[in-house]
């Protein structure tokens, strides 16, 4: 019989499972000991626990990215789950080990990702556009489709960056339909491109960091050099209006120049792919907080949505559940 | 020959065409004399002019409300439309001289937008929601079905609040079909209420002004208040969950403290209400300024955007144009 | 001979003492070892300790609410008093053990606050103030006369609530002395109202917690929404100017937006009923702060007054002492 | 018969009275021709008026502090009083010609203020600050009972600046007799010399300006220099507590750095000192603008209650006036 | 004997000299007549005056760009010089007519700079920063030379992006001889480069006006993209450190964020170029409002500076002047 | 063979030398046992480390100003360096022992700091100024060429107030140089008093505190009471301009009332004073971080650089080293 997953374990069940070592750092308790900060991850999420009075060889056995089978009893600290530690050891060679098969992903294939997204590109009709979108995505389109879309908060799971490009994408088709004073390729090219320079600000999908270049550039000046890379490659005039409009709807994606945006947005396309942007990142949190809360109580706070923590409510509002 | 509209003169063009007098102001020129300050509306929009040395005779004859022949000149001042004023008297008998026909109201039908929100409240299966929702559309129907939702800014205009509760609804039902974490009845109800309180802190849909109780309680509360009330005439239970939630989707819809709201979203739904009001109202707002500007131009600052103008693209970037 | 009181005990002084368990957390110290993190209570002030090593016995025995006797050394600990306990063990039968008798509370007895308070209620001479004045002070005079006015920070005590709207209403008829344009019963019957809806918002007198009304209403709209079902069950017009005036007082009396009032104050009544509300709070916390300190040495950081710390001057200034 | 005086005229009555020219402006009308822009004031208080095609003689003539007989209609213009002028001449000799007459001032005579405010100083017990104290105020005696509290806003009339400090001594003392924490010879100290240095910040009652010093040093850093010299006139230690703490109180009393405090309250007392310092500055400001609005609406924006106008009332809410 | 010029004439003066028209702006006067809103610029700085009632042969004949004959007489209004027009003539073929004679420009050569400029390249000893340098120098040679560096506020005249470059070069270079910790090379490379950007930015030396591409993208970004293209065709790695470290030098230079720096500096060299740029802007907006000023006032309100007024102190304070 | 400093030893390298102990704070551990938290300090840097299971002999020997033999093991905790001690004893008779001889000081003597501060002060020329510069000089001499400039943060050592006082004017030399219009001896002056006040705000070069009077006056109010003072001393008019001025320079040189200026700049020298302490300061503060930095790596969060840690590039990016 197959094991429970980590997060389906109720709080005070006995843990018994296989997990990834996300992430480990070795600490120094109050009594002179060191102990190690872990954390364990498979598919259904992560859990964080502690590893008392860690030897040298426990410090260098347990490392990152490892596969191991754990055992204890489910707890919670301030809100978040936890697992106080009973086992531990390294997954023998006849039970799962690949690390690949633990890792959170994308609800999507990144197979079926890259398809839908290819089929708005057909409905970038401008030339200009279209070409310098599918030259980026070619450039880059391993990291693309791999990448967390951040280091934390929303998204932070392998296939990210694609997936919330992707349902921009959805929300953006919605808006185009209703308001008909939308320039739809606009609109999708600028879309696709917005977060593409995570692919250098951050470090990959495993352990993400950010990179030196990502800490002295950020991504909005990362992707509009890669703009102006590919418009030099295709010979397109960086002075023309077309190649003027793509840039700027990348520049003024974070709405306020305090969030990072060198202008802020000076087209409806600009105004609106900020609030599309910010629509699907803080749903997918909400949603995300949510889900790990009873019914009844409020989660844990979200520092990106200014601290606030969120409510479940007690019972299906209407014919369904409330949160389905 | 019908007359053409007010704004589809040219800059520079003779103008002559029956009009309503939507505002008069009567001001003192640096010469001593009076003259009145004039905002002249037709269905196609409002365009301001100056009626210099007027007589008392012209200040009685000349009054809001009332429908004139107008001549002059179209022109532009600060990137705003303008007459220069060569003729004006009061519309004949034999001429169209009703008010109601010159003013501009929502582009569909109040009795289409009624069928079309009461198709939504049948999906609030929620009874609690449903039957509060029925209670105040039918109190306030005539007033909430005609008035503007704002003085000024975005949808100011007659059937303005409904339609830009309808368009809200239409970007909550797209939103709920991608997220299914979104408790479809309570936003939807959330969202036909949240700005209900409109139709008392505002005057009414011809010269809109802020009355008293608007003032001094604000739409917000004044909306709460509503629901409060409903809830004791159908004998609802104030400290009943289902309440709680709804009174909370009407008073945090304005997102942030500093905007309103007594409290801040703390529900994924109101949240999501508030981010698509604001998505609406600002397409509304950025789509009218851009319309009235010439293409490789900026428009008019606009008060409610942060005082952000916005460019309209010289030419169609795609197949078709950039503002259909 | 009687127990000294908990804040009667010097910095380094053994105590041995009857006390109340007020909150006792269970932890994990980092030995992996349970403690539980206790504040005790009397009529005296409150003070913390950690029960180091807890076996079960011990969690199950030391819970919240129950009395015990308390021995120990008292220490400071980053400005606050702290008890290194030496023992613990529950009250005897033949010791005093009702929890009531442990817990701080309002320098005033109830009935002493009620009748004060009524004494206002008869200067209140519109009978539209007046009757939803007593209409709401019957509906809730319990909990009005035995909540804290909060959870912490100032009148964090039984009996806070209606001691603070007592203090609030001393200041106002004194300033209703000294300024005519002030109309005094709207200022005594919002004063009186103002923070009502704590009765609501917060869970009790002891352990004290946000209910969650508290968290998506506020007390602000907890208590708009009362007197609206008070007007509705009195028969009052919601329209009248009488019950406006009435809910801005309550709705305004936060000052600012961004402190959860909805409307900022726009009647001279308001914006006075909200500086008197601060200048009572502040007074309180600063002199419950300025009482712990030790002359010569500034306090603990007060959070609600911006982290400022305040200072005990070296001896009275005066003929008098300087903290009387 | 007596004359009406400037604010006894109904909105559109005749106007014929003498009146003292407070301010007198020469500009360009777009005509190109000069016109006056003129305050007129007498003891009921100031109102504003143009005096078109002013010749060089008009100019001469009419010229700030003359007193004129004025004729016009009473107007108003954006919620403030005004004058349409029909008639302007010099006073003749057998007219009060005397702009003293004229002048708006406290509503206590200088002799009167003193005398209460040297039966406060009696209750400062400490010699050190009653010493300071009295020699300041015999220092600056005269400008301190003649000298404006603002330019503009609240208490900018002569005798203001006294009045305004005996205000808040009242409140003071109401305070003092309810908070026994309090060390009132300290906080009556710091009341009477807080806003002293406008003696120097400010030109005088008339015409007033700000001077080089005032705008350089401000009256803060002004009045905590006073203190200084007159602890070195008396053989004060500059470093004993005393002296320390009635400088704070001075120098902390605009209650945030970003209002020109170079400290913040970090004394019980100077905490009261700001907020009763504003209390009294904004019931001033309110009563002020409220007096000259009519029942049932708004009254004009204060710029020092950030920008907010109040209402007044319809009708007497309780037995007696709304604003008695 | 040659005329006087037009900063040379004291108040009240007559004048009577040569100048060019900067801008003419056409109003309408509140008599409904046409008037001309001018700006005269000749080397010595640059003054408004009013031509009223100007004829259509008036608007056609006095265009911007033009040299004039103007008389009439020096006046102030709100502490910013103005003429009023006597008299108005095109310059004759016999007079001096050339705009270019009568336009501010720097205070040094455009050769002259070049020269410094070039001799700070050579101590740009990295040569990656040095051919990038060398590289955008050389391809908007003539622009840098030529172009404000900005369209108000400081150095507003031809040549001024120039020279407001070589005066932060100055700084630096003193810097750099106090500080051994600061990189020469990279402080000088990003020094030249930082506002590079602004001859794409603005629209020239004449009529600065701001481009799309101004608006849309922002000088920031439009120099990063220049250097990313100068990289491409250079065969520089976009990766290498070497390009990051430039790069991020001009994306940090306005120092925060809502200034418009995508990220903030996090180079010791970033933070450095930021202060010395706004040293250098700040003593240019002050030195220019000061000599305007008389001695014991305070001059105009300088935008860019928050709004303040600087002092002019009434004589010399040491042996020397105060502003030499 | 000479001990190695602090600061020389590698990150894993075994330590033993002699230092002195700065600060020691006793706490007690989570298993319920003493420990002492210690800094300890030689004239390379400081560095922390605890020490577990301390003894009450332990306690009363480890006393903050003893100079110790230390011996242990570096490490590294959170990007700052760290001591795991392995052993502990006081100093031997013949061992160094001197306090004096471990601390931090100013890479200058204070004889050769006081030197060039006397050369500048010879150039202020004005004799006012100048003699109230010496007056407060000769006052305060022992205490500014020993004091800190600061508690944290930058020139938090022994003749740090000098030496940050010294490097201003090494700036404000270049300044002077490169623009006429600034007036040097004014400049000069205020640069010299803008921080003397700290000499009564900080306790002493050793364990710096906020003294109370620096708490409750601060050094900027302190400073200008030494100026009326010493005006006061040497019969100077407070009211002379002269005096005036130089007040403003103290007054505004923080730049922002916010961060504790009554009044902002309005003097060109005064701005540039503020500019000027800020640059000194930020370079000090930068490169005291980026030498503790290894290449490649972004360094410690500076609180007082708005949390912003900083990074050390990977090589020397010209000819020479990037950090000298």
Redesign the interface.
Known sequence: MADKQLMTYEVGEQMNLMALLKNVTVR?????KQ?LDLTFEDQSGEISGKF??ASAADIDRFQAGRVVRLAGKRETYQGSPQVRIAGLRLANADEPHQPGDFVVHAPMKASDMEEQINQVVFE???QV?NRIVRFLLAKHRKAFFSYPAAKHNHHAFEGGLAFHTL?IL??AH??VQ?????????LYAGAILHDLGKV?ELSGPVSTQYT??G????H??IV??EI??AC??LKFD??S??V??L??MI?AHHG?????????????EA??LH??D??DA??MM??TA??KTSP?E?GERLFA??G????R???P????P???
């Open positions: 120094v308790a109050k009594n002179g102990y008392w009075d970038i009709t401008n556009w349902s959805r929300l919605s808006v209703q308001y008909s004073s939308i320039d739809a390729p606009l250098i030196v270049e800490n002295l550039l950020g909005i000046s509009d050099g102006v890379s030099n490659e960086l002075n209006e077309n003027v409009l840039r700027h520049l306020l120049m305090e969030y990072g945006s060198p202008v802020r947005p000076r087209l409806l105004e609106v609030q599309l910010e629509l803080s749903i909400m949603t949510v889900e009844g409020f949505m200014d606030r923590s969120f409510y409510p007690n019972e509002q209407a014919g369904g409330a949160v389905k």
